[in-house]
């Protein structure tokens, strides 16, 4: 394993969406360099001021920065618990670029939210993998998380 130096972990927030949606072009193309059009378009400005996303406390974007660029990124959800249980961390998306993975850059991003539910006395932080996946089981399990299968991930369309 080779480890990216001078790696950053930023929050992105209002100001640096724009550049952190080239990452997003990136993970979606395999491209580097590609147009964001798509992230400017008014409905998605819309929704982002109208909820307050990009600089809520109760939703987070961490991108990890290394040679001048955004490499990775993980994004993280509050779900507060109406009990004792203060609320537990979701994580629903943890990326890095084939070209900078087994660099600790996922483990960066991956300390920064369990940092972030320390500070807030979170009771969990939780995630969703799919079975087929070994990589990223693995590097949850060596980052500390455990496996529970006690559950079926269900989601449902929304038909406009």
């Not at 990136?26 to 400017?40: C, D, H, K, Q, V």
């Not at 660029?69 to 993280?76: A, D, E, P, Q, S």
């Not at 959800?77 to 900078?100: F, H, M, N, Q």
């Amino acid at each position: 394993m080779t480890e990216s130096k001078n790696i950053s972990i930023v929050r992105i927030g209002e100001k640096q969406y724009l550049s952190f949606c080239h990452l997003l072009e990136w993970r979606r193309t395999g491209e580097e360099l590609n147009t964001i059009s798509a992230y400017e378009d008014r409905k998605v400005n819309d929704f982002f001021e109208k909820y307050n996303i990009l600089d809520s406390d109760m939703f987070y974007i961490f991108a990890a920065r290394t040679e001048g660029k955004l490499v990775g990124y993980i994004t993280v959800t509050l779900i507060p618990k109406p009990d004792p249980r203060l609320g537990t961390l979701y994580i629903d998306e943890l990326w890095v670029s084939d070209a900078y993975r087994r660099r600790n850059v996922a483990k960066r991003l991956m300390n920064e939210v369990l940092k972030l539910s320390r500070k807030m006395n979170m009771w969990k932080v939780r995630l969703y993998v799919e079975e087929d996946n070994e990589a990223a089981r693995n590097f949850y399990k060596e980052v500390g998380f455990s496996e529970i299968n006690t559950a079926i991930f269900c989601e449902k369309n929304i038909d406009k």
